[in-house]
């Protein structure tokens, strides 16, 4: 029987976050954003080799550095039903601030925090579709083309 190149439940794009501080980032997801641990590998020295997470429809692959393997920082863009509420909870859950709940004029209203692994959260919900002309009108209002004389 064939193997499906994509494994269920998986996307084409997968995040992989690397951070010394696993357990931290772990707990916060949890406490964020209603996250699920699919499963956790151990590694040597006590480490996690490798973790798997789930929030909403998607899953997040993480790991602590371990031999060439960095630690990186990410930004990621989290759609919820109720991006306030969602905001508040992970500032609840430890994350800072990097940017307060707005509406955006590409139909969005998003807030951003960050995780305590360093990671940007940038949490939205969607709340208007907006055509590409209607969207070019906006940025034209908001930052308008200086004439050049």
């Known amino acids: 029987m ?29 406490r964020a954003f209603g996250a699920t ?3 956790s590998m151990p590694g040597p020295n006590g480490a996690i080799a490798h ?9 997040l692959m993480m790991g602590q550095p371990q031999g060439e393997s960095q630690a990186t920082h990410s930004m990621l863009y989290l ?9 508040k909870k992970a500032i609840a ?11 955006q004029m590409y139909g969005d209203r998003n807030g951003a925090v960050k995780d305590p ?4 959260w940038w949490i939205a919900t969607h709340k208007e579709d907006v055509s590409p002309q209607e969207m070019e009108r906006r940025m034209a209002q908001h930052h308008p083309v200086e004439s050049r004389a």
């Open 93 to 103: 859950a430890g994350g800072v601030s990097v940017r307060e709940p707005s509406d």
């Open 2 to 30: 064939p193997v499906n190149p994509i494994p269920d439940g998986y996307h084409t794009v997968t995040p992989y976050l690397v951070t010394p501080k696993l357990p931290q980032l772990m707990d916060f997801l949890k």
């Open 51 to 59: 973790a798997e997470m789930q929030v909403g429809d998607s899953i």
């Open 79 to 87: 759609y919820v039903p109720d991006m306030d509420a969602t905001y």
């Open 37 to 39: 641990e699919r499963y």
């Open 117 to 120: 692994a360093g990671n940007e």
